[in-house]
T-cell receptor, first 112, second 114 residues
Framework: KQEVTQIPAALSVPEGENLVLNCSFT??????LQWFRQDPGKGLTSLLL?????REQTSGRLNASLDKSSGRSTLYIAASQPGDSATYLC???????????FGPGTRLSVLP | ETGVTQTPRHLVMGMTNKKSLKCEQH?????MYWYKQSAKKPLELMFV???????ENNSVPSRFSPECPNSSHLFLHLHTLQPEDSALYLC?????????????FGSGTRLTVV
């Protein structure tokens, strides 16, 4: 069964910093991985869906990479802003083609 | 209206009440999911429906009863809940019961059992 972990659990940075959030998964036989953002008490907003064939996906200041061989994905946020403050979750398939398993999330605070 | 819509946004119910959560998607997806998010815990998958058929029940207590009348609507019927059932309940949908195109989530229903 797929297990997903995220490091760090919480992160606090000053505005303007570039930062990296990490996601690890145990079953590397996946063909995609999805990153989400969640504001307090709200639903999940999809940020990036990265396919294993792509290895990398970009949207604005966000860049996600996927390394199946090492069981890792990273989310890079450039020039962080206070509006980026939220919890970031990654999700990997339980096994190819089946439902996503979610990590516990990284709670990010960007200080003005 | 587009995306995945959940109602109500907030619900307070007593342990003897019966209530229902509703989820509606306007994306033309064929798979729908219920997740539970408790404080300081990862998202827990509850139920999966694919083309209106339930394909997964993740050992959920019978006091939670899902219903999927068509591919666009998903309900979660609640009865005789416990205080520990208080959580954020999230609905999601995908094109089919696979992760190929990713999931789209609703805004959730914050449930408080008193």
């Amino acid at each position: 069964k797929q297990e997903v972990t995220q490091i760090p659990a919480a992160l606090s940075v000053p505005e303007g910093e570039n930062l990296v959030l990490n996601c690890s998964f145990t079953d590397s036989a996946i063909y995609n991985l999805q990153w989400f953002r969640q504001d307090p008490g709200k639903g999940l907003t999809s940020l990036l869906l990265i396919q294993s064939s792509q290895r990398e996906q970009t949207s604005g200041r966000l860049n996600a990479s996927l390394d199946k061989s090492s069981g890792r994905s990273t989310l890079y946020i450039a020039a962080s802003q206070p509006g980026d403050s939220a919890t970031y979750l990654c999700a990997a398939p339980n096994y190819p083609g089946q439902n996503f398993v979610f990590g516990p999330g990284t709670r990010l605070s960007v200080l003005p | 209206e587009t995306g995945v819509t959940q109602t109500p946004r907030h619900l307070v119910m007593g342990m003897t009440n019966k209530k229902s959560l509703k989820c509606e998607q306007h994306l033309g997806h064929n798979a729908m999911y219920w997740y539970k998010q408790s404080a300081k815990k990862p998202l827990e998958l509850m139920f999966v429906y694919n083309f209106k058929e339930q394909t997964e029940n993740n050992s959920v207590p019978s006091r939670f009863s899902p219903e999927c009348p068509n591919s666009s609507h998903l309900f979660l019927h609640l009865h005789t809940l416990q205080p520990e059932d208080s959580a954020l309940y999230l609905c999601a949908s995908s094109q089919v019961k696979q992760t190929t195109d990713g999931y789209t989530f609703g805004s959730g229903t914050r449930l408080t059992v008193v």
